[in-house]
């Protein structure tokens, strides 16, 4: 699995790549398609994904605009049951996606779903305001880029406010999971270890079989009912 996390860090180069890939949204380098890098958002249309536990696309909930996928807001601040998947699962994998939040707004990036739970239980990648939102003033564990109530986000964050895009990367090899921003590591953990397990056991997850190991599953876009657009959504994962 060497080469596979090897061409992930070779992409990522120091920033370049995150560069090229905000300059060009939904678009692949050509480095990137050589690398086996591939869209799972083509800018234009929801091909790839559908409703969780759904066979349909939530087309009430979310809409293509300006070569974004866009959640509108609901102005309730609550989940609106429009969170939605890739076709396609996953067990390792390098994942990169661009998001921009509305003011006061909360999302996701979630990772390990599966289906055979009722609920949308993931991993998740916690996409915020954090100066707005209520989650934020709970903790580190709450706010953006933390393994959402389980592990905080170290370091020096370099958010940017809402309204404004960010760069974030999923990266899972073997045990190892880490989460980055605007390209800076701010997270990363051992799944199964005591340190996770401890973890989530002081987390609202601590009745979730499985939860905290790696598991073959959807990647998931939270509706908690703000307003959220994602794009330059692409994955790299070892063959089959």
């Known amino acids: 699995m060497k080469p596979f996390l090897t061409a992930g860090i070779l992409l990522l180069g120091h920033g370049v790549a995150w560069a090229q890939a905000a300059s060009s949204p939904n678009q692949l380098t050509v480095e990137e398609q050589k690398a086996g890098w591939r869209l799972l958002f ?3 249309t929801t091909k790839g994904w ?3 536990r759904k ?8 809409a293509v605009r300006d070569g974004c996928l866009e959640k509108t807001g609901t102005g309730t601040g609550e989940p609106g049951g429009g969170d939605i998947v890739t ?9 990169r996606f661009e998001w921009r939040i509305g003011p006061g707004g909360n999302s996701g990036v979630k990772y390990f779903v599966t289906e055979e739970r009722k609920d949308a239980i993931g991993h998740e990648y916690q996409v ?3 100066a707005r939102h209520a989650d934020a003033k709970v903790g580190p564990i709450r706010q953006t880029a933390a393994f959402y109530d389980v592990l905080p986000s170290v370091g020096d964050k370099p958010l940017r406010p809402a309204g404004e895009w960010n760069q974030s990367r999923i990266l899972v090899e073997r045990s ?3 989460h980055w921003l605007n390209g800076r590591k701010v997270l990363e953990y051992e799944l199964g270890s ?5 973890a ?3 987390s609202k997850f601590k009745d979730v079989a499985g939860f905290g190991t790696r598991i073959k599953g959807h990647v998931l876009l939270q509706d908690h009912g703000d307003e959220v657009c994602y794009r330059s959504i692409k994955i790299l994962s070892p063959p089959r």
């Not at 076709?87 to 994942?95: A, M, Q, V």
């Open 200 to 202: 989530v056991a002081r």
């Open 194 to 198: 005591p340190a996770v397990k401890e």
């Open 50 to 52: 559908r409703g969780f």
């Open 176 to 178: 190892h999971v880490e």
């Open 128 to 130: 915020l305001d954090d």
């Open 42 to 44: 083509d800018g234009q």
């Open 87 to 95: 076709l396609d699962t996953f067990s390792e994998f390098d994942l």
């Open 55 to 62: 066979t349909d696309f939530p087309t009430g909930k979310w």
